[in-house]
């Protein structure tokens, strides 16, 4: 067996920024843990909730804050339980994270609203 050369590449990576306006998207588009789960763990590494919303918009004209809050207040945890197989430590955790996202959603779409001209 010969050594080979391999040639040099570069390899993209979204910042975790961005990785957390797309996980806000498909939080609004599809019902799965790992978003949730990754979202929380975004913003727990400091990524900005307020820029996330923004660009979120950006990504998808159709983006809402509110319409993401409601949707996490009616997730069915059951079924993404039984998807994600977590133990029931980790079930009482992530309901709870989904609780307080949604709180921080309607907060965070409250003061945008609050800056907002009505005319």
Known sequence: MSARSL?????????????????????????????????????????????????????????SPMTLAWILRTWPMKNVVAVERWDEAKVAQIDADRLRLAERLVDAAGSEAAGRSPF
């Not at 975790?16 to 949730?36: P, T, V, Y």
């Not at 400091?46 to 923004?54: E, I, M, R, V």
């Open 7 to 63: 040639t040099a590449f570069e390899v993209r990576l979204p910042s975790a920024q961005a990785l957390l306006a797309d996980k806000l998207c498909a939080l609004l588009s599809r019902i799965e843990g790992r978003d949730l789960d990754d979202t929380v763990t975004l913003l727990g590494l400091g990524c900005d909730l307020a820029q996330a919303l923004d660009d979120a918009f950006q990504i998808d004209r159709g983006f």
